[in-house]
């Protein structure tokens, strides 16, 4: 192990060499990848010699996400101490299912989720999990909520239509729950926006209302905390008292942007989210933790058992339910994700993890702020987004990110809005400065001169 321990090391280490000499990756065409790179699995197996030679030619080509050229969607940057906690996981290898297997390590999940849920502002006894990623997390609370709305629903199945209500601009993943969990893509009513992407509450109770007089059964709203083009948040203080009325489920997707939750500054994005029935946040999207960190958190800990408690003595042998967090989880075995969130905010402390937020805000102004003093731009979005959209000198916005990711010059994803498309830049890669935004600019427009001027625009 500790030979191995010493190969990490050098590859570790030729990972960020690579990050400083080549921040974009030179782009493999995937009809070149095999014959690029030795992908194959053979009868017989490599010496280390060999091997490490190989897996530095993967990471000389595998995208750097923690460069200081990466804005693409919705991730990025590397921070050492929440690494330091990923890598310690992988080493210690616990499941999460039970206390017998994971012991203190499920005080730290326990801890986190505790923590998280307060500065959600939920009673002391919320409860919540790890989940393998926002689209899951999305999942559970639909679940829950389905099952709070009709309690034999986990023995017997569906009889009658449940309808599902979400923004417009909200992530694909609540339709293709929908599909999964039984409720039907076609119960899923999505409800018109602002100008800035921002559910309509008159319009949600409009189409409640339809629903009712149909013999239907609402039970879900999905607001969005950071949708995931425009980075718009929903009004949570204006969508609560509909649910309330209509006895709906409110969950909060938060996977973008709440981690605006530890910001004293921004926290405002979020009012009333203590009205809300469940939360769900990424920590590897805007605390710049590694992937997968996505947290779901509950003020009904009752459903969550509810829903996802199975009886298994083979398994579930000593301990209380309490600190068997297989009880309240998707999944049975699953690795430890809380701790690399664990290590970095016991390292940096609350205030530590709000000056990370804080930042993202700023880099984001910072765009926003060149884009409107420079006449060639087009700025789409608005104030407290942490994602730039922008067109440059009319040119296809598509054309122009691929041109930049073919070229390792850039990457930079593109996006849409009420038939307009943009490039969409986000700010959300936590080593960035003010220096890299200008750099990002100075990059775009020099390559623009370059090259895509030559090119006629769409």
Wanted: charged share 25%.
């Amino acid at each position: 192990m500790q030979k191995d321990l010493n190969i990490f090391i050098e590859l570790a280490e030729q990972l960020l060499a690579e990050e400083y000499k080549q921040p974009v990756a030179k782009q493999i065409p995937t009809s070149n990848l095999y014959d690029a790179l030795d992908l194959s699995l053979d009868d017989e197996g490599m010496v280390d010699e060999a091997l490490i030679n190989n897996l530095k030619s993967i990471i000389k080509s595998t995208p750097k996400t923690a460069s200081k050229s990466f804005f693409n969607q919705l991730f990025g940057g590397r921070i050492g101490k929440a690494t330091l906690g990923d890598l310690l996981a992988v080493m210690l290898n616990n499941s999460m299912y039970t206390y017998k297997v994971a012991g203190p390590q499920v005080g730290i999940e326990k801890q986190v989720l505790k923590n998280i849920s307060k500065l959600a502002g939920y009673p002391e006894n919320s409860d919540g999990t790890f989940a393998p990623g926002g689209s899951m997390s999305n999942m559970m609370a639909l679940i829950m909520a389905r099952d709070a709305k009709n309690e034999s629903i986990r023995a017997k199945g569906l009889t009658t239509k449940m309808i599902v209500y979400t923004s417009a601009e909200s992530h694909y993943s609540i339709a293709k729950n929908a599909a999964l969990t039984g409720i039907g893509r076609e119960q899923v009513r999505l409800v018109k926006t602002n100008d800035k992407g921002e559910m309509l509450a008159s319009h949600l109770e409009t189409l409640i209302k339809e629903d009712l007089k149909n013999n239907h059964i609402p039970f879900f709203v999905n607001a969005t905390a950071g949708t995931t083009v425009l980075g718009a948040f929903d009004d949570i203080s204006t969508l609560s008292p509909i649910c309330k009325n209509y006895n709906l489920w409110l969950h909060v997707d938060g996977a973008y942007c709440g981690s605006v939750i530890f910001s004293k500054k921004y926290k405002h994005l979020i009012n009333g989210l203590e009205h809300s029935d469940s939360f769900s946040v990424n920590a590897h999207k805007m605390l710049g933790t590694p992937l997968s960190c996505s947290i779901i958190v509950t003020q009904h800990p009752e459903q969550l058992h509810h829903s996802f408690s199975n009886e298994a003595d083979y398994l579930y042998q000593t301990d209380g339910d309490d600190f068997n967090l297989g009880k309240t989880s998707m999944q049975c075995g699953r690795r430890n994700d809380a701790l690399k969130i664990w290590t970095l905010w016991k390292s940096v402390g609350t205030k530590g993890l709000e000056k990370i937020v804080d930042k993202q805000f700023e880099m984001a102004e910072i765009a926003r702020d060149y884009i409107k003093q420079n006449n060639d731009y087009k700025l789409y979005s608005f104030d407290d987004s942490i994602s730039v959209c922008f067109n440059y000198k009319d040119i296809d916005p598509k054309e122009l990110c691929t041109a930049l990711y073919e070229d390792a010059q850039l990457m930079v994803g593109f996006g849409s809005y009420k038939n307009e498309q943009f490039v969409r830049m986000v700010t959300i890669n936590s080593i960035l400065e003010k220096a890299d935004i200008l750099a990002f600019f100075r990059t775009l427009e020099a390559y623009v001169d370059e090259k895509m001027l030559k090119i006629p625009t769409s």
